[in-house]
């Protein structure tokens, strides 16, 4: 495992949650980092105070990544600021809402599209050409989920086919960017609880039985993909690309 202070990453919705945790976890690994927020600056001025303390670069910006300008802007603002870019979290996403085959509009199907893959097109595209130039090797590491793998519950067509979507992104993106040195690999969580997904969409009751259908009887926590994030990340040099670590606790096992 190569070692990551120094490493300059970039993580997109950095304000709680799965992205806040990595952002820490990438800190705490030596990393120099720019966090992306939309929503909040709480957690990432938290962040920027814990890596200067720590005598690391820090600095976060806001984008809506849907848009292509601001997204080119802020991935700017951040290789300039970092010195350019080798590791990048693609982890903003979202269900938007529950919604049941017959009820889904246009719009929405669009919104859906749009926060969880036309975000990642936007922010590794940007990327791209600081990635190839990481005179290391560079990684990318994106969020999928279980939902992309077994169709999740219902009510999450529209999200389950777009995080299932990602994984032939991370499969086929592994392809084309492998001779320039960029590994590229994703990360499918299962019930991770204590992050606004869940506590917005994921019932008490909900959660309780799925917590009895996974062999390890606990639902993970945004720590637990944190650490898997920051392995990915830290194999720049490696010869892991093109794959997906499952973090669900063995509730799908393929």
């Not at 992205?19 to 800190?27: E, V, Y």
């Not at 969020?143 to 992309?148: K, P, Q, V």
């Not at 639902?219 to 994030?229: F, K, M, Q």
Request: net charge negative; aromatic share 8%.
């Amino acid at each position: 495992m190569g070692q990551l202070k120094g490493k300059k990453a970039f993580v997109t919705g950095g304000e709680q949650g799965i992205g806040f945790h990595t952002a820490k976890q990438l800190i705490e690994s030596g990393c120099d980092i720019y966090i992306h927020y939309f929503t909040g600056t709480e957690g990432p001025e938290e962040l920027v105070k814990l890596a200067e303390e720590r005598g690391q670069l820090a600095k976060f910006g806001y984008a809506n990544l849907i848009n292509e300008t601001e997204t080119v802007a802020c991935i700017k603002d951040a290789a300039d600021f970092l010195g350019g870019i080798d590791i990048l979290v693609n982890n903003v996403g979202g269900i938007i809402a529950r919604k049941w085959l017959g009820e889904i509009e246009q719009d929405f199907w669009k919104t859906v599209i749009d926060v969880n893959m036309t975000t990642m097109l936007n922010v590794t595209q940007s990327a791209l050409p600081y990635l190839k130039q990481a005179p290391e090797g560079s990684s990318i590491i994106n969020l999928a989920s279980l939902a992309g793998r077994c169709g999740g519950h219902s009510g999450s067509l529209a999200y389950s086919t777009t995080k299932g979507a990602i994984l032939t992104w991370t499969r086929s993106l592994a392809a084309e960017l492998g001779e320039f040195g960029v590994r590229v690999n994703a990360v499918a969580p299962g019930l991770i609880l204590g992050t606004r997904f869940h506590d917005k969409h994921t019932t008490k009751s909900s959660a309780e039985a799925t917590v009895k259908s996974i062999p390890l009887a606990r639902a993970g926590n945004s720590e637990d993909i944190a650490r898997t994030i920051t392995f990915l990340a830290s194999e720049y040099d490696g010869f892991i690309s093109g794959a997906t670590i499952d973090i669900n606790g063995g509730a799908y096992r393929m």
